[in-house]
């Protein structure tokens, strides 16, 4: 234990995800010996963040104006739509460049542990989004586990009434990756998702 | 398969200490607490990453130290693999197979072991639970793909539980909560149970004709012991769903569906799932009579080494599929708690194993059919006995 300012440093750094007691305890004395102007620039960029970046009110994604750069783009695809967890997972896909549609980031999974259930998602805003139309297409990008799986599941059954085509991502084989370290679970998956091949 | 060579560092009493094996039989000879059974329990926690005497993991890692490493040489088929594993405690294991990193899971499989131990009477005597890890334990060495619909089901029936819980409360309070989802969960929770319990059911059928042999040799033709499933999905009593049904993941997720649909409101007001594998038993049964409450202390040993031998005859045939799935049978201090008659039967049995590891307090207690390497355990060395 420390005493006061230390103290409480050492404290809210504990509670950042990933970072345990005796991290907290090691970034608290690196900051405590940096240089003052390197402190007051993270200080700054901390307060900062909070003041300006917001969630575009149309897809919910990171944004410093009312709308995202996403939304924004006349150039984009309005008719496919792509529905994900996290804001993060925005970035992962445009990452791959290959998709040119919008997104819609739901701010997590359902996951009653945690006491996140649809409502706590922006599930009723994706329902609005779909009523005027102009989306056809929705393509579901939860992650791959129970909550995620269990989120698609969830979406599927919202959307099957509206008539759009929906699809959710294939899971199976890493590309570059060697078939013999694929793990079970995932080369049985691979193997269940598996296509036709045109001959 | 059998292990050739053995290291340990900072596992359990041990700082350190490095044993070679040989086929055979090798019986760890010492007074109690000096570290036989540490020896073979790191063999056995090679094997299901799980031992049979703790159920965390901390307890392996000796007092003091930060991480355990066991490292084993694995002889299979004519080859032969080095199987490593570091266990932190709290933490996930790390894993090297031939000296190149790899995912734990990947060493699952690898080393098959068979463990007999005086915790096994409560296979018999104990609760359903055990009895379930049992199933799943061996559904896991025969096929590792089960360790994923394991944990996916642990996962989803928490999940569910949780929904169940605070959707019982919304409702008491006048509103519907997210009961919506549960629907979802349902789904979930039967497809990923459908999978499990056909996996186990499959087993049981499977292990049945070797149980039943196996108990007639330990017990010496003395009544019939019959296994069987008891699914929670049935109501009980005389609907008893057929046994071949319950093989079909298909049937069975139609069937927990409907399960759950008609205990919905019981569900909600008690706040847990009441049906699927985690509520399932295995019915052992003697001459008729349920073992649990029936069976002679005797008898229920009988019952318990018969559990364990049909697994390793199950192992051993079924498991195959690259020329060499024999286990590793270790006998820990069983023989101390045997009579006589059934210490001799149960030698018998295993002597022609390809390997079988034995600790005891005294050597007075193991068999003289069971002749091979004597170790000498004592204050955490191992020396070779005469």
């Known amino acids: 234990m420390f005493d006061g300012a230390l103290q409480d440093l050492v404290e809210e750094l504990g509670r950042l995800p990933g970072v345990g007691p005796k991290s907290a305890q090691r970034i608290a004395f690196y900051i405590l010996a940096s240089d003052p102007a390197d402190v007051s620039r993270l200080a700054?960029?901390?307060?900062?963040?909070?003041?300006?970046?917001?969630?575009?009110?149309?897809?919910?994604?990171?944004?410093?104006?009312?709308?995202?750069?996403?939304?924004?783009?006349?150039?984009?695809?309005?008719?496919?739509?792509?529905?994900?967890?996290?804001?993060?997972?925005?970035?992962?896909?445009?990452r791959t460049r290959e998709f040119r549609g919008r997104y819609h980031v739901?701010?997590?999974?359902?996951?009653?542990?945690?006491?996140?259930?649809?409502?706590?998602?922006?599930?009723?805003?994706?329902?609005?989004?779909?009523?005027?139309?102009?989306?056809?297409?929705?393509?579901?990008?939860?992650?791959?586990n129970v909550e995620g799986e269990a989120t698609a599941t969830y979406l599927i059954r919202m959307l099957r009434p509206l008539g759009l085509t929906v699809s959710r991502l294939a899971s199976g084989l890493p590309v570059g990756g060697d078939l013999e370290y694929a793990d079970e679970v995932t080369l049985g998956r691979a193997f269940e998702g598996r296509r036709t091949v045109d001959v | 398969m059998y292990v050739s060579d053995l290291a340990l560092t900072d596992f359990r009493s041990y700082r350190e200490v490095v044993i070679s094996l040989e086929a055979g039989i090798t019986a760890f000879v010492g007074q109690n607490g000096q570290g036989k059974t540490n020896l073979v329990e790191s063999i056995a926690y090679l094997s299901t990453f799980s031992s049979h005497r703790v159920a965390g993991d901390a307890a392996l890692v000796r007092a003091g130290a930060e991480r355990a490493i066991v490292q084993a040489k694995v002889q299979r088929g004519g080859r032969s693999n080095l199987l490593e594993l570091e266990i932190v405690a709290g933490r996930a294991n790390r894993a090297r197979l031939n000296r190149s990193p790899t995912r734990p899971r990947e060493l699952l499989g690898q080393l098959r072991c068979v463990l007999f131990a005086p915790e096994d009477l409560a296979l018999i005597k104990g609760d359903p639970d055990g009895r379930r890890r049992f199933c799943d334990d061996l559904l896991t060495l025969l096929g590792p793909r089960m360790a994923g619909v394991r944990s996916d089901y642990e996962r989803v029936v928490k999940q569910r539980n949780a929904l169940l819980k605070t959707a019982g409360a919304a409702r008491r309070a006048g509103s519907d909560g997210d009961i919506r989802t549960l629907d979802v969960w349902d789904a979930k929770a039967a497809a990923t149970g459908a999978q499990l319990l056909a996996g186990r059911v499959r087993l049981l059928r499977d292990l049945r004709p070797h149980v039943q042999h196996a108990y007639?040799?330990?017990?010496?033709?003395?009544?019939?012991?019959?296994?069987?499933?008891?699914?929670?999905?049935?109501?009980?009593?005389?609907?008893?769903?057929?046994?071949?049904?319950?093989?079909?993941?298909?049937?069975?997720?139609?069937?927990?569906?409907?399960?759950?649909?008609?205990?919905?409101?019981?569900e909600i007001e008690r706040g847990v799932s009441l049906v699927g594998p985690h509520r399932d038993d295995v019915e052992l049964t003697l001459g008729g009579l349920p073992a649990k409450g029936y069976a002679s202390h005797g008898e229920s040993w009988s019952f318990a080494l018969a559990l364990r031998l049909a697994s390793y005859e199950l192992l051993k045939g079924e498991g195959s599929w690259d020329g060499d799935g024999e286990p590793v049978l270790i006998l820990d201090d069983v023989f101390a708690e045997l009579d006589t008659r059934r210490r001799e039967r149960l030698a018998e049995l295993v002597a022609p194993a390809e390997q079988v590891l034995i600790t005891a307090a005294v050597p007075q207690d193991v068999p003289a059919t069971l002749t091979g390497v004597r170790l000498d355990v004592a204050d955490g060395k191992v020396t070779r006995g005469d």
């Open chain 1, 106 to 144: 739901l701010g997590g999974a359902i996951n009653p542990i945690e006491g996140v259930g649809p409502d706590n998602l922006r599930i009723r805003e994706l329902m609005t989004r779909l009523a005027d139309g102009e989306v056809t297409e929705v393509i579901i990008a939860t992650d791959p």
């Open chain 2, 216 to 266: 007639e040799q330990v017990s010496g033709g003395q009544g019939t012991a019959e296994v069987s499933y008891r699914a929670s999905l049935s109501s009980g009593g005389d609907d008893q769903v057929a046994e071949e049904e319950l093989t079909q993941p298909d049937a069975v997720e139609a069937k927990l569906l409907e399960a759950m649909g008609r205990l919905r409101a019981r």
């Open chain 1, 44 to 94: 700054t960029a901390l307060r900062v963040v909070k003041e300006k970046v917001r969630f575009c009110e149309i897809c919910g994604n990171i944004s410093e104006e009312t709308q995202c750069r996403i939304c924004r783009d006349t150039r984009r695809n309005g008719a496919v739509l792509c529905v994900v967890e996290e804001a993060k997972d925005v970035v992962a896909i445009e």
